[in-house]
Each structure stands twice: as structure tokens, then as C-alpha cells.
């Protein structure tokens, strides 16, 4: 399987997704808005969008299955493309910055092969194969080397649901308010995975996320040099609903401080 090859016809599916994503965004409006569940949205665009990347990735890979977010499609297979269409949809709905098509292609062992984010806003095409290096547009991307949480630049998710684990979170957050350099808070699980790939973000945590939200994101950072792990440090981050992605440098300290909290 020529993964660099299949790397770039995916980018160009992406690509080609994300200006119709755009196109969209002008018809945008409130009444087109469905609500999934408590502060869970989506929209025509999201499940078009899936629509048009499922047809895409079938030509590119008919054997492989799917999981998707908005369940357009469903087949099993020894591969499994994990899609998520327009990750950010409450930035979208609000046209903010960013929102992302996110693709990502896992073998039999869940192990990412390729996976694909695109920032739909600013044009910026992350990508990345097993073993081959993570790039941006084109140019190879490397995580950060801070090697302190005390000056590190931290992204995280806010709640929307899952609420039994705010207490925990909030002191999380009051701990790294006074010891990095800055929380970020993007809306988008798979661009702050994608930032700590090209080390805008030196570490990205956050729970109650679903596999579509982290698989690309995944083999970017790997790819790009970075560690990644659950919250206690373990590998079950693509079903477990937690991730911790890093440059590697603070990825311990980071576990053993936020199991404190959470």
C-alpha cells in the first residue's frame, strides 16, 4: 500500500470538501441548524460534507470501512476510515475560526496509517503517513522543544457535556493558568492536535472525545515527533474519550500533574 500516494489524493478530497465548506458558510443561518443533543449541534453541511468525503474515500480505498460521525456510512472492513466532516460545528454555525475536515485511516490493531486535518478558514492542509513525516502544505512540520510546563503553551477543550468531571477540570485549568504560558481554548479537538504537531501548541488534553475527533490528529503528532497518551498515561486514546497529546519533552510531567485533577 503506497501510503504517501493515497496521502495525497485524500489531501486533495480535503481540500476539494473544504471550499464547498466554504461556499456554504454564506448561506449559513440559524433555522439550518439541528440540534443532536444538549449543546451538540449539526448541520446540512456536516452531513454533506461526510456525504461527499465517504464517496471520495471509497475510490480511493474501496476495501476499507467506516466510522463516521453523523453515520452516513457504516461498512466494516479490515481498515476503517474514521471521519469527522466539519470538527468545530459551533464555530462554523457562529463563522469563527477554525473548523476542520479531519480523516484519518486505522489498521485492524487501531493503528493510524494516514490521517488528513484541514483548517477550512485559513486553507492550511496538515497531513502525515506511518513513517513518513507530518507536513503542512507541503513542508515537513516538528513539535515544539519546550521542555517545561512552565513555558508551555497548553490547548485544551471546554465541557459541553459529561459534566460529572468540571470540578476536576476547572482545577486543572486554575493550576495551568498560573503555570505555563497560556490556556487555549480553539474549538476544534483535531486543528490543536494539528498545532502541537507543527508546535504552536506544546501540549493539547481534553475528554469526552470521540475517535473521529483524534485519528488524524494522532499519526500527525506521532509523525511530527510527538508522544501521546490517555489520561493516566496509557494507550487508550483513540475509544478511551481522553487525550493527552504532546512534544514529548513535558508529556510525563503533564500526566503526573494533571492526575491530580482529573
Known amino acids: 500500500m503506497d501510503l504517501a500516494a493515497m496521502c495525497g489524493h485524500v489531501c486533495e478530497l480535503a481540500i476539494e470538501t473544504g471550499k464547498w465548506i466554504r461556499q456554504e458558510a454564506e448561506n449559513m443561518g440559524s433555522d439550518k441548524v439541528e440540534i443532536k443533543g444538549i449543546n451538540n449541534f449539526v448541520t446540512y453541511v456536516d452531513k454533506t460534507s461526510e456525504k461527499r468525503l465517504v464517496e ?35 464555530n462554523f454555525i457562529h463563522k469563527l475560526p477554525p473548523h476542520a475536515i479531519s480523516i484519518g485511516l486505522a489498521d485492524e490493531t487501531n493503528d493510524i496509517l494516514l490521517g488528513v486535518v484541514y483548517e ?16 503542512l502544505n507541503g513542508k515537513p512540520i516538528h513539535v515544539s522543544d519546550t521542555s517545561s510546563i512552565n513555558n508551555a503553551l497548553i490547548a485544551t477543550g471546554f465541557p459541553y457535556t459529561a459534566f460529572n468531571r468540571m470540578e476536576g477540570f476547572m482545577r486543572s485549568l486554575s493550576h495551568f493558568f498560573v503555570h505555563s504560558h497560556g490556556v487555549r481554548r480553539l474549538g476544534s479537538a483535531a ?17 469526552n472525545l ?53
Not at 60 to 86: C, M, S, V, Y
Not at 123 to 135: D, V
Not at 191 to 205: E, N, P, Q, S, T
Open 56 to 90: 471520495g474515500l471509497r475510490k480511493i480505498l474501496p476495501e476499507a470501512g467506516f466510522i463516521t460521525e453523523e453515520g452516513t456510512a457504516t461498512d466494516k472492513g479490515r481498515l476503517q476510515w474514521i471521519i469527522d466532516p466539519l470538527d468545530g460545528t459551533t
Open 120 to 135: 477550512v478558514v485559513s486553507g492550511e492542509c496538515f497531513y502525515a503517513w506511518k513513517n513518513g513525516g507530518a507536513y
Open 191 to 207: 486543528v490543536d492536535m494539528a498545532y502541537v504537531a507543527c508546535g504552536r501548541f506544546d501540549v493539547f488534553y481534553e475528554y
Open 210 to 262: 470521540n475517535p473521529w475527533d483524534v485519528a488524524a490528529g494522532i499519526v500527525l503528532v506521532k509523525e511530527a515527533g510527538g508522544q501521546l497518551s490517555d489520561f493516566k498515561g496509557g494507550k487508550n486514546f483513540l475509544f478511551g474519550m481522553e487525550m493527552i497529546a504532546s512534544n514529548g519533552k513535558i508529556h510525563d510531567n503533564f500526566v503526573a500533574t494533571l492526575k491530580e485533577f482529573l
